[in-house]
């Protein structure tokens, strides 16, 4: 029977992108979940061996955002049992809270493909990779520090577990819908649109090798043997 991951997707453009192509190339149960439809949304304990928190708009801090309570709580039973946890931006900064971390407004927006310094090159390759945040991570207790860019803590470790600031998952036409979602929202300037197109190869590729070396040593820290 295949290991099951569960991809956590906060909107509908926040999509798994890179990170569930190749979970489904290794040959894992890969479903989708979507908390921001409520807690009955959520997938139930013990249904996953593996999961991954995806971005979101939101801020991990905010109480009036009513799913990420129910999300915090199912992230923290997760730790708690053991299932490694992957989490990305948004799902960096709550599982950086869960592991006793905090997570802050930073003093000015990181958008951009960022070339990141990286303590060990084997496990977070140092990109570029593609930032879009506001929100900062201090680094929980315990965990290691293993890359930041020059306004922010990019990746830590502890165990099992693994939280990444910068968006491993991404294909241009996700970053797309992004933009999209963006100008309906409130707008999104002309140079900031290049600034997040500029890392795409001409098929709509970016930091796929690195990325895919980013989720298997995930995957290699989770204990388990994995393969299609």
Do not use: K
């Amino acid at each position: 029977m295949p290991d099951r991951i569960a991809f956590l997707q906060h909107s509908g453009s926040d999509l798994p992108g890179l990170l569930g192509e190749f979970a489904t190339d290794l040959g894992l149960d890969v479903a989708v979940h979507r908390p921001d439809h409520g807690p009955d949304a959520l997938p139930e304990p013990g249904s996953f061996d593996l999961l991954v928190v995806m971005g979101s708009i939101e801020s991990v801090y905010d109480a009036s955002v009513p799913w990420i309570a129910p999300e915090r709580a199912l992230v923290a039973g997760a730790v708690d049992g053991g299932v490694p946890v992957l989490g990305v931006c948004f799902g960096g900064q709550l599982l950086a809270e869960v592991l006793g971390g905090s997570v802050a407004r930073g003093g000015r927006t990181e958008l951009g493909w960022v070339r990141i310094r990286t303590t060990d090159p084997t496990r977070v390759p140092p990109g570029p990779w593609l930032n879009w945040h506001d929100d900062v991570i201090t680094c929980p207790p315990g965990a290691e520090a293993v890359a930041t860019s020059v306004l922010a803590l990019q990746a830590f470790v502890q165990g099992v577990h693994t939280g990444v600031q910068f968006h491993p998952e991404v294909t241009v036409g996700v970053v797309h819908a992004w933009i999209d979602d963006a100008r309906v929202r409130h707008g999104v300037a002309d140079e900031d649109v290049e600034a997040l197109l500029g890392g795409f190869d001409q098929g709509g590729r970016g930091a796929e090798a690195q990325a895919r070396a980013l989720f298997t040593g995930f995957l290699d820290r989770s204990g388990r043997t994995f393969g299609a």
